[in-house]
């Protein structure tokens, strides 16, 4: 029986990107995406974080694409009674993906399917209310205590008092919603999928953790259909402080992967979803198939060598390197990262030859900027969609690009702009490797050496004739 998995749907939100085509049409035509972040990130042009580092000062920022239609969804107000926007974001994500697959949310027969999505609880609306009323609000006590030490007690708890007014009302609702498990479980029902549905962290590698755990599902038998998703919400001033803290945030207007010039990473917002079946399960309803799952890798990188997860993947399904003509990399922007990608990538498809197969390259985070958890959906969806339309799709070009990628001796190189994706050998089918990196410390930690961990999804295309 055919292992792979087909992915017959699919929906995102980036910036300025309401869905896949959006995005295809702002990669293939270089668009930039990015702004001047909001006045949530709280913070002027250049001032430096907790960590003396500096702030970005473009943004991949959804804006209006974040405000969903909760009525649509079927939301008593009481499940979501915190007001985490998140719920409803990702909740239609799933619905979108679910509608481009032909199928309906709110079916009245339950279906065997399952959902898997890649998303950590921020700080929202429902998880700090109720550090507002216990941890913050005993921290804001003990703090007048240290300046007002004669202050008598009534005074201080006509003071709590008063803050516990101003303060919006808890609730166990938004409490459970805080922390993701309760808002799947919802998409889960409102989609009629009888199956798990569970919220997986894995930082960066999130969307390929979801994957990896949607594709058992389908090839175990647990599901027919599975739901596999990633999100990453509008960042504010306090995720920026974290983020800085472990990556290195760009000084410059324009994110360009791969640059002799690249200073560090621009953030980005946004999610997807996947709409999963096997393929011989989408083959016989006629739907449409934008590409085909065929293998997926997560691990460690010993001495931070990312080839060994490439590698991995390419090997759990006997592909040859030469055979693949896309790599949607990780190009972050942070120089360490994409020099030790680089060094990834030329090792296994090596030195080129004359009339030997080359492998294009590029990385979506220019357009979109980088959307952590959400990075490698929007990588899949990318690749995807250049997988269905045959074309090799262009990165936001550096006007110094690294040498490695730009020495003839290079199988890799960097794509400047949209071309046919040809392929040779008419019985190879066009293959593409989404890659993924955490910001995992590459130091030595003792007498041993800590790489960090990534991922690589390994697409192919559909043979059979295809649905318009």
């Known amino acids: 029986m055919d292992s792979s998995i087909a992915i017959v749907g699919m929906s995102c939100r980036f910036a300025g990107c309401a869905n896949p085509p959006a995005l295809w049409e702002a990669v293939t035509c270089g668009k930039c995406m990015?702004?001047?972040?909001?006045?949530?990130?709280?913070?002027?042009?250049?001032a430096r974080s907790l960590f003396d580092r500096p702030y970005p000062t473009?943004?991949?920022?959804?804006?209006?694409?974040?405000?969903?239609?909760?009525?649509?969804?079927?939301?008593?107000?009481?499940?979501?009674?915190?007001?985490?926007?998140?719920?409803?974001?990702?909740?239609?994500?799933?619905?979108?993906?679910l509608g481009d697959a032909s199928m309906r949310a709110h079916s009245r027969e339950l279906i065997r399917g399952t959902v898997r999505l890649g998303y950590a609880p921020p700080f929202n609306a429902s998880t700090v209310n109720w550090l507002q009323h216990t941890a913050f609000l005993d921290q804001t006590l003990d703090i007048l205590r240290r300046f007002l030490p004669n202050a008598p007690e009534s005074a201080l708890d006509e003071v709590k008092a008063r803050l516990v007014e101003s303060l919006p009302t808890p609730n166990a609702a938004s409490f459970l919603l805080g922390?993701?498990?309760?808002?799947?479980?919802?998409?889960?029902?409102?989609?009629?999928?009888?199956?798990?549905?569970?919220?997986?962290?894995a930082g960066n590698l999130s969307l390929a953790a979801a994957l990896l755990e949607a594709v058992r599902d389908l090839r175990t038998g647990d599901a027919d259909v599975s739901l596999a998703g990633a999100v990453t919400s509008p960042i504010g001033r306090s995720y920026l402080e974290g983020l800085s803290g472990i990556t290195r945030f760009s000084s410059r207007p324009v994110l360009e992967p791969f640059s002799q010039d690249a200073d560090g990473t621009i953030p980005g917002e946004g999610g997807a979803f996947f709409v999963l079946k096997r393929r011989e399960d989408a083959l016989r309803d006629h739907d449409r198939i934008y590409a085909l799952v065929r293998a997926i890798s997560i691990g460690h990188n010993p001495e931070g060598d990312g080839s060994r997860m490439i590698a991995q993947a390419l090997q759990r399904t006997g592909i040859e390197p030469r055979t693949v003509g896309l790599v949607e990399a990780d190009g972050s922007g942070v120089p360490e990262q994409e020099a030790r990608e680089v060094a990834a990538i030329q090792k296994i498809w090596g030195e080129h030859r004359a009339g030997g197969p080359l492998v294009g390259i590029g990385s979506i985070k220019g357009n979109i900027g980088h959307t952590f958890k959400a990075a490698m959906a929007a990588g899949v969806v990318k690749t995807a969609l250049a997988l269905y339309r045959r074309v090799l799709p262009p990165q936001i070009m550096p006007e110094r690009p690294?040498?490695?990628?730009?020495?003839?001796?290079?199988?890799?190189?960097?794509?400047?702009?949209?071309?046919?994706?040809?392929?040779?050998d008419a019985a190879a089918p066009r293959r593409a490797v989404v890659t993924g990196d955490n910001f995992d410390p590459t130091e030595s930690i003792g007498d041993a050496s800590s790489g960090g961990r990534s991922a690589a999804i390994v697409l192919e295309e559909e043979p059979e004739p295809r649905r318009s």
């Open 402 to 424: 690294l040498e490695a990628l730009s020495n003839l001796s290079s199988s890799a190189y960097l794509l400047a702009e949209p071309r046919p994706w040809l392929v040779g």
């Open 34 to 46: 990015l702004s001047v972040p909001g006045p949530d990130v709280e913070r002027p042009h250049g």
């Open 58 to 97: 473009r943004i991949g920022q959804l804006g209006d694409l974040f405000s969903c239609v909760q009525a649509m969804q079927n939301f008593p107000r009481q499940i979501n009674a915190g007001e985490n926007q998140d719920l409803y974001f990702a909740t239609q994500l799933a619905f979108d993906a």
């Open 179 to 201: 922390s993701g498990f309760r808002f799947v479980s919802w998409i889960a029902r409102e989609c009629a999928f009888a199956g798990a549905a569970t919220i997986l962290d």
